[in-house]
């Protein structure tokens, strides 16, 4: 007897009801849009909403793409910065709705000031196949980290275990958190997901579910290095910075130029980092960067690495401007910015990070940007992660952005899991229209290296591998 037969009456009218609603409230907006867009569009494509909640830039990007659930979890219809149609709130579910203000962290946050709060089973009706799934959270209560704990489970498997909203957003309530978990196979049409409460109930803003596709954007390669040959770096693309301990983030190790720390062997880069004592330091590693002589403005970079496992361990593929001072309003050329409190370089000329991982916290793979208006220290970081096992430590995966001028968008293996708009809101928001260029390090401790814990001295020596950096503009 297959899956359908074996469900109620009314659990088939539920899934199939859950199924056609999602069908009809995904094409009700997009016509809505589409003849309300032909009206209101402005020389600038901004567009006035009807409702005074949705965002104000309908965007189309290949993060609104595959979409076959988009749920404002708690909440009515709205469409979000990020180009898509979320439908109302129509679960069955015994869980609690819930409201919340001042959401801090995202471009949506009226995504967030909805939820539901208790224990879920959530079916969605689905067509076999493989889908990513995005969870969106924010801790609605001022609570200490470990207080709110609980589990999700996709498909009867626990792919988040113990989730701490608080810690994850640095301890603080009402900050969005984004979790994608990728390659979610259905074979039964239905996707289950159940959220179960170990401390505190659980509590949900958002889902979506996107179908597994392959990017169709036509790129055409204009910067590389496969690294087919032995030795140093390729002196006509990379750089080495050379800094002591201390100098940024609180790190512990010094940056080298030793073949030891950084070389080319067997077609892969690796920057290597040992336990040792060297120049006033207890960790050496490497930190290189394509300034000056790789630097781009829009298009896609994608780079395809092995990271280490271990804590401690804090490798980085990103992206910083090449024209530091851009922006900067307290200091100019001439002036060392990189660890510099008295200067403002950083972050108003902006940063862009592909990929960051540290190693006390295994799971996740994050991609973020840093600007005037939305940094760390006010709270307002905006960024996502992605959902990853050992296979990072194990075997090489790729890492991607796409970047042009109304848009940035992250993928891991080509799954996209963060995105960033530009909402005209000037410099302070969108430093990202000027050159920047690839950096590749390897971190030892540091303010987030060491937040899970000491430095793991038994994991050394550790790499990051490279095999190849790509560079590609659209091909028009």
Known sequence: MNFWNELTNFQQGKLMQNYLSHRLTLLVPFVSAVLFISACVDSNSRVKSAHPQT?????????????????????????????????????????????????????????????????MDLPLALEN???????????????????????????????????????????????????TIPNIKVNDGVLNITLKGQQKDPVLHA????????????????????FNYDGAPDENKWNFDIWPARKVNDEDQTYTNRTKNVRVEDGVLIIEAHKEKYANAEYTSGRIHSKGKGDFLYGKAEIRARIPAGQGTWPAIWMLPSDAFKYATKCG?????????????????????????????????????????????????????????????????????????????IAYNNTPYFFYANQGEGWEAW?????????????IGGGWGRAGGPIDDSIFPVRLEVDYVRVYELNQ
């Open 333 to 409: 050329p001439g002036n060392d910015w990189q660890g510099n409190g008295e200067c403002d370089a950083w972050p108003n000329s902006g940063e862009i990070d592909i990929m960051e991982y540290v190693g006390y916290d295994p799971h996740n793979i994050h991609g973020t940007v840093h600007n005037k208006a939305y940094y760390w220290v006010n709270w307002e970081q905006r960024k996502a992660s992605i959902d990853i096992g050992d296979e990072v430590n194990q075997e090489f995966q790729t890492y991607s952005i796409e970047w042009g001028p109304e848009h940035i968008l």
């Open 431 to 443: 430093p990202f229209d000027h050159p920047y260029h690839i950096i590749l390090n390897l971190a």
């Open 55 to 119: 965002a104000t830039t309908k965007v189309n990007t290949p993060y609104s793409e595959s979409i076959e659930y988009a749920i404002n979890v708690g909440g009515g219809d709205y469409i979000g910065n990020d180009g898509i149609s979320y439908q109302a709130d129509d679960l069955s579910s015994e869980s609690q709705k819930g409201t919340s203000k001042g959401i801090k962290g995202s471009q949506d946050p009226y995504l967030y000031e909805s939820y539901r709060i208790g224990d």
């Open 129 to 179: 196949g493989i889908y990513d799934v995005t969870l969106k959270f924010a801790e609605p209560a001022n609570l200490d980290s470990s207080k709110r704990l609980f589990d999700i489970f996709i498909e009867d498997t626990k792919h988040l275990s113990n989730l701490d909203i608080m810690q994850a957003r640095d301890g603080k309530p009402l900050s969005a958190l984004d979790r």
């Open 207 to 226: 889902i979506i579910v996107r179908r597994k596709q392959q990017p169709t954007t036509d790129w055409k390669l204009v910067w590389s290095d496969e």
